[in-house]
């Protein structure tokens, strides 16, 4: 009698065992990789956790108030957004409330701090010339010495240091009394009357300046002055209202803190240079200068071009009109003097940093200006005593929904049961370990939508192995013996289970990707425990009830193991094949 041939799928599964090895080791290594890491709990969101909630509200410039609009408001959405994901700081929420408010949550954590301070910061960053410049409080003009002044390298690098140079700078110059003070400012607002007022003025004024401009120019420049000579830096209230309202485009006064941390008052040329001229920024430690932490900043092709011209005008003066200060939402953040035009398409801004303070400049640079300037109207702590009693609630109901799984399983499929319940427990075991990995890796955080995810999860996973147990019952109904069952039900049950969790992926992925805020929590969850269904399956379930086949309780289909032939309806004689349906002639040797 000729042997039959044996299947694909039977020669497949002849080695169970390797599918259960290749899980095993990849929960050991996940585990393994939990507890290395250090972060052996998931990552809580706001709800969970606690946190920050900050509600900002835009404050229109003068004679700009239609600036205030959804375009705006998005856009500071998007680069808030940016700033904080760029510190580490997961699950934070960026929405807009209504037309002028913006409304951020940010949760308890690592650099939640940080977050906090660059939030609602305009980041408006601007490369000015330096008319006039002394301490704080002093009398007639200082040196540059006592302020935060430096030196270029020799070599055109194309970077600005605050290392002081060498050299004698106790005393004042002659280029540096009020007289000449006086006489750059009218200059500025002169040069500022004419078409070519600056390179961040092109466009504004065309056209011949009015007769009497120079008349203008010199009303102006004594008006500044005198604001220059009653301002206060050292007052904080002060220091806040300096240069509001002024034009990148118009002279303005500024202030500022030097290397030995005092106060300095600015009077300064229109901006030549701006934020959007930035193209990246990175905090470095400077030890070949001992500048300590500084920022760099790569400008873009027109940005370099504008910092040449800029650095090449500046150079040909005497001090301070050859220093440019780098104004950072209206205070003096650097003022470095030149010698000769940087052409390296690149500055470093150096003074006070350390290595926080200069990793938030650099964010704040790298990821762009707000489009408008906000104020923060609230500020409140969240605690996570609320979130605490609903994430309780949620697990005692998940609980509840996990307890009458299993007895339903217990009853309906008896010793099937043990097997559906290991490979929810397999199931769990990877979900716990991968949202722990995953906090760290891609900053997802456990909040209660994520959690009810995780709930529902239970439900898909429940449904495969159900899929799956009747689909072998069903061939046992048809007369066979339960190997060649588990082997025939496979593939059929394998492409419903495929097409149910396609399904639930494909609706997880379109709400990612629709939705914002806690809704993709559970969305996110929902995608990875259907994944990991479908790995559970294939690699646990299937081979374990290979295994549990050769065993006699199951496969002589004892009454407790939910196999029972005569419970299911099957008539004897069981069969390993299926009879054909009318008689075929063979031919006797």
């Given at each position: 009698?000729a042997?039959?041939?044996k299947?694909?799928?039977?020669?497949?599964?002849?080695?169970p065992?390797?599918?259960?090895?290749?899980?095993?080791?990849a929960?050991?290594?996940l585990?393994g990789?939990?507890?290395?890491?250090?972060?052996?709990?998931?990552?809580?969101?706001?709800?969970?956790?606690?946190?920050?909630?900050?509600?900002?509200?835009?404050?229109?410039?003068?004679?700009?108030?239609?600036?205030?609009?959804?375009?705006?408001?998005?856009?500071?959405?998007?680069?808030?957004?940016r700033?904080?994901?760029?510190?580490?700081?997961?699950?934070?929420?960026?929405?807009?409330?209504?037309?002028?408010?913006?409304?951020?949550?940010?949760?308890?954590?690592?650099?939640?701090?940080q977050?906090?301070?660059?939030?609602?910061?305009?980041?408006?960053l601007?490369?000015?010339?330096?008319?006039?410049?002394e301490?704080?409080?002093?009398?007639?003009?200082?040196?540059?010495?006592?302020s935060?002044?430096?030196?270029?390298?020799?070599?055109?690098?194309?970077?600005?240091?605050?290392?002081?140079?060498?050299?004698?700078?106790?005393?004042a110059?002659?280029?540096?009394?009020?007289?000449?003070?006086?006489?750059?400012?009218?200059?500025?607002?002169?040069?500022?009357a004419?078409?070519?007022?600056?390179?961040?003025?092109?466009?504004?004024k065309?056209?011949?300046?009015?007769?009497?401009?120079?008349?203008?120019a010199?009303?102006?420049?004594?008006?500044?002055?005198?604001?220059?000579?009653?301002?206060?830096?050292?007052?904080?209230?002060?220091r806040s209202?300096?240069?509001?309202?002024?034009?990148?485009s118009?002279p303005?006064?500024?202030?500022?803190?030097?290397?030995?941390?005092?106060?300095?008052?600015?009077?300064?040329?229109?901006?030549?240079?701006?934020?959007?001229?930035?193209?990246?920024?990175?905090?470095v430690?400077?030890?070949?200068?001992?500048?300590?932490?500084?920022?760099?900043?790569?400008?873009?092709?027109g940005?370099?071009?504008?910092?040449?011209?800029?650095?090449?005008k500046?150079?040909q003066n005497?001090?301070?009109?050859?220093?440019?200060?780098?104004?950072?939402?209206?205070?003096?953040?650097?003022?470095?003097?030149?010698?000769?035009?940087?052409?390296?398409?690149?500055?470093?801004?150096?003074?006070?940093?350390?290595?926080?303070?200069?990793?938030?400049?650099?964010?704040?640079?790298s990821?762009?200006?707000?489009?408008?300037?906000?104020?923060?109207?609230?500020?409140?702590?969240?605690?996570?005593?609320l979130g605490?009693?609903?994430?309780?609630?949620?697990?005692?109901?998940?609980?509840i929904?996990?307890?009458?799984?299993?007895?339903?399983?217990?009853?309906?499929?008896r010793?099937?049961?043990?097997?559906?319940?290991?490979?929810?427990?397999?199931?769990?075991?990877?979900?716990?370990?991968?949202?722990?990995l995953?906090?760290?890796?891609?900053?997802?955080?456990?909040?209660?939508?994520?959690?009810?995810g995780?709930?529902?999860?239970?439900?898909?996973?429940?449904?495969?192995?159900?899929?799956?147990?009747e689909?072998?019952?069903?061939?046992?109904?048809?007369?066979?013996?339960?190997?060649?069952?588990?082997?025939?039900?496979?593939?059929?049950?394998?492409?419903?289970?495929?097409?149910?969790?396609?399904v639930?992926?494909?609706?997880?992925?379109?709400?990612?990707?629709?939705?914002?805020?806690?809704?993709?929590?559970?969305a996110?969850?929902?995608g990875?425990?259907t994944l990991?269904?479908?790995v559970?399956?294939?690699?646990?379930?299937?081979?374990?009830?290979?295994?549990?086949?050769?065993?006699?309780?199951?496969?002589?289909?004892?009454?407790?193991?939910?196999?029972?032939?005569?419970?299911?309806?099957?008539?004897?004689?069981?069969?390993?094949?299926?009879?054909?349906?009318?008689?075929?002639?063979t031919?006797?040797?």
């Open positions: 009698m042997t039959p041939k299947g694909r799928n039977a020669s497949a599964q002849s080695k065992g390797r599918s259960l090895a290749l899980i095993l080791i929960i050991v290594a585990t990789g939990m507890f290395a890491s250090g972060h052996t709990k998931p990552r809580l969101g706001i709800d969970l956790a606690g946190g920050t909630s900050i509600t900002l509200r835009a404050v229109p410039e003068a004679g700009n108030e239609a600036a205030i609009n959804k375009t705006n408001m998005d856009t500071a959405v998007s680069i808030m957004e700033r904080v994901n760029g510190l580490g700081v997961s699950e934070s929420e960026v929405q807009t409330q209504g037309r002028e408010n913006i409304i951020v949550n940010i949760p308890k954590g690592t650099n939640s701090e977050a906090r301070k660059q939030v609602g910061t305009t980041a408006k601007y490369f000015r010339p330096v008319l006039a410049t301490i704080a409080g002093g009398k007639g003009t200082a040196s540059p010495s006592p935060p002044t430096g030196s270029p390298t020799d070599k055109p690098s194309g970077k600005a240091t605050d290392k002081p140079e060498a050299t004698d700078k106790g005393s110059s002659p280029s540096s009394s009020p007289t000449t003070q006086g006489r750059a400012v009218t200059d500025a607002l002169k040069a500022d004419t078409p070519s007022a600056s390179a961040s003025d092109k466009g504004d065309a056209g011949p300046s009015p007769s009497g401009s120079g008349g203008t010199e009303a102006d420049a004594g008006a500044l002055q005198a604001k220059y000579a009653k301002l206060d830096c050292t007052d904080e209230k002060t209202t300096v240069g509001d309202g002024v034009k990148a118009d303005t006064l500024a202030c500022g803190k030097n290397s030995q941390g005092q106060w300095q008052k600015y009077i300064l040329g229109p901006a030549e240079v701006d934020g959007t001229d930035v193209d990246k920024a990175q905090a430690l400077n030890t070949q200068t001992g500048a300590g932490w500084t920022v760099t900043m790569d400008f873009t092709d940005g370099a071009k504008k910092f040449a011209s800029i650095t090449g500046l150079a005497q001090s301070p009109q050859n220093q440019f200060a780098i104004v950072l939402d209206g205070e003096v953040v650097s003022d470095p003097y030149v010698r000769q035009a940087l052409t390296g398409g690149n500055a470093e801004i150096s003074g006070n940093f350390n290595q926080q303070s200069a990793q938030d400049l650099s964010n704040m640079l990821y762009g200006a707000l489009p408008l300037t906000f104020k923060v109207d609230s500020m409140t702590t969240v605690t996570a005593a605490g009693d609903q994430l309780q609630a949620g697990l005692i109901a998940g609980a929904g996990l307890a009458l799984v299993v007895i339903y399983l217990l009853a309906y499929y010793g099937l049961s043990f097997i559906a319940i290991l490979s929810l427990l397999v199931s769990a075991a990877l979900t716990y370990t991968l949202m722990a995953l906090g760290p890796a891609i900053g997802f955080a456990l909040n209660l939508p994520a959690v009810c995780a709930i529902v999860a239970i439900g898909i996973t429940a449904d495969s192995f159900i899929v799956y147990f689909r072998v019952r069903d061939e046992i109904r048809e007369g066979r013996s339960l190997r060649p069952a588990v082997e025939r039900a496979w593939p059929r049950a394998r492409r419903t289970i495929l097409v149910s969790d396609f639930s992926f494909l609706a997880a992925a379109v709400l990612f990707i629709v939705t914002v805020g806690k809704v993709q929590g559970f996110f969850t929902l990875l425990t990991l269904d479908v559970v399956v294939f690699l646990f379930t299937k081979p374990l009830l290979t295994l549990m086949a050769r065993r006699p309780f199951f496969a002589n289909g004892h009454k407790w193991s939910g196999l029972d032939p005569k419970s299911l309806g099957a008539q004897p004689p069981l069969r390993r094949t299926r009879r054909p349906s009318a008689p075929v002639e031919k006797e040797a």
